[in-house]
Each structure stands twice: as C-alpha cells, then as structure tokens.
C-alpha cells in the first residue's frame, strides 16, 4: 500500500517536470482553455505569444517597464479577448504566464494565479476603441513630471511624431476623489478610456502612463519613443524656448514611420535574445 502510495505521489509531482522536459510538444486535442499545467491555449496565435513576451522582456530591459507595469495584445481571431500576463514583473513573463481576458476584464483561465489589478486599464480601452490591437501600461519615470505638471508630452523629434496630437492627462482625482492611484475596476478604467479618446498616449497624473497602438511593434515603439521623448523635452525645455514639430510636419512623419515599424522590432527582438 505504501509502495502505491509513493509511486503514486511521484506520478503527481514527475509529471509537470516531464512535460517541461523539451521533446517538440505534441499537439494536445485542441482545449478550448488552458490546460492545469499552465500552458495557453493551443488555439492561440504563436507569434502574439511569442510577441508579447518579447515586448514585455524589452521595454523591461530599456527602463520603460521596472518590476511593475504591463502588456497586452488583443486577439486577431477573436477581437472580444485579449491576452496578457498573470501578475508577474514584465522582464520575468514567458508563454505559460500568458492569460486570457475578456472585455470586462476578467482572465477565462487563470486557474488561480493573481491578475494584475489594474487590468481594467485595458479591457476599457480595447472596449472603447475597436482600432486599438495592443496596449503599453507603464510608470516610466521620465514621462511623470509631464502628467504632474500639466506640461504633457510634444513630439520633440520626428521619431516621436505620433505625440502630435498631444497627450491629454487623465487624473484620477477629478473622477473618484481620493484613491490609492490605481485604476482597478471598469468605471475608472472607462474614464481613463474617455480622457485617451483617438490620441496614442494618456499620461496619468501621479501614476504614468498608458499608449495604445495597432500592434505589438507600434504599441512598443509607442512606449519606447514617448519614453526618450520626455527625455529629450526635459533637456531641450530646460535649455530654451523649443520648436517642436508642427501639426503637419507631425502627421507627415507619423505616416512615414508606420512602414517603419519592422525594423526596429527585429532589432528588438534581437536585443532579448531567446525567450521561453
Ligand atoms: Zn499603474
């Protein structure tokens, strides 16, 4: 009997390290769900998978990201879903840690695992906006002072041009008062949505920011070069009276730098190296 026993406890706690053992998975009969062991749903894109763990790991390593902040991509076969990481620091996310959430902002199989609380941030704008594909939620220290000082963000350079039409500045207190900062239901997430409106960025006052994109390599460039850009507006303000680009000259370079997206994405992806 005890034998039994044993043999039967080494089963239980064998099988997970077996199967992360690497012989080329086979293909389980296709769940609608992620499986006990934590691996997404078969079903899935592989590339946004694979996508969105690359964006998490760079925008991590570039600062933009630290142990908080997050990813999501929705899904190109089921627009009323997207994916995004079990609440983990970002530069820690591989393929298994990917979730998936409705537009309400609730994982379909975590299975028990934490979410982020401030999830709602991207249920709401995915709601809101149907052209929106990923989303960039993060607390870059550069971009803080611009939603504090009601400065906001200018596009300073033609890498940046996507800032053109500005970036309004969402601030929590104006909708609930005192709050621990965090936009953690789908009321607050609904007004962070109505303050972004069209624009690619919103700054969020004493918080960061959020930039919404067509893609996982435009959100990430989104993040990256609003990033450098607060940088750069802080340096060039503090020297003199700036120029920035103007209405026009912003809308021709954002137009040039759509086609322009790929080539820094694999430089990127390159910088991360391999990814599990
Ligand atoms: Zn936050």
């Known amino acids: 009997m005890r034998v039994c026993k044993v043999v039967a406890l ?13 012989a080329p998975a086979q293909k389980p009969a296709a769940p609608a769900m992620a499986s006990a062991t934590g691996a ?36 190109d ?13 970002p530069a820690l996310v591989t393929r298994k840690d990917i979730l998936e959430y409705d537009l309400n902002g609730e994982a379909i199989d975590a299975e028990g695992r934490a979410l982020f609380a401030e999830r709602f941030i991207h249920a709401a704008i995915y709601r809101a906006r149907p052209d929106v594909k990923a989303i960039v939620h993060s607390h870059s ?19 940046s041009a ?14 609930a ?4 900062m965090l936009v953690n239901d789908n ?26 994109g067509g893609s996982i390599p435009e959100v990430v460039f989104f993040a990256y070069y609003a990033d450098v850009n607060a940088r ?22 954002a137009k040039n730098l759509t086609g322009q997206y790929g080539r820094a994405w694999d430089l990127w992806k390159e910088k991360v190296g391999k990814i599990d």
């Open 187 to 212: 009321k607050l997430g609904d007004a962070l949505a109505q303050v972004l409106g069209n624009h690619a960025v919103v700054l969020m006052r004493g918080h960061g920011s959020v930039d919404a």
């Open 162 to 175: 996507f800032l053109g039409g500005g970036t309004p500045i969402f601030d929590i207190h104006d909708v």
């Open 177 to 180: 008062g005192d709050t621990n």
């Open 232 to 253: 750069l507006q802080a340096q060039a303000t503090a020297l003199g009276a700036t120029k920035f680009l103007t209405p026009g000259e912003a809308e021709k370079s």
């Open 40 to 75: 997404p749903n078969p079903q899935l894109n592989p590339q946004l998978l694979d996508d969105l763990v690359y964006a998490n790991r760079f925008l991590a390593d570039q600062g933009v990201l630290d142990g908080f902040g997050h990813v999501s991509v929705r899904e």
């Open 141 to 159: 220290a550069a971009v803080i002072p611009f939603g504090v000082t009601g400065i906001g963000l200018r596009p300073i350079f033609h890498m």
């Open 77 to 89: 076969s089921n627009p009323a879903r997207f994916l995004m990481s079990r609440s983990l620091a």
């Open 10 to 22: 080494l089963a239980v706690f064998a099988a997970p390290l077996l199967i992360s053992s690497r």
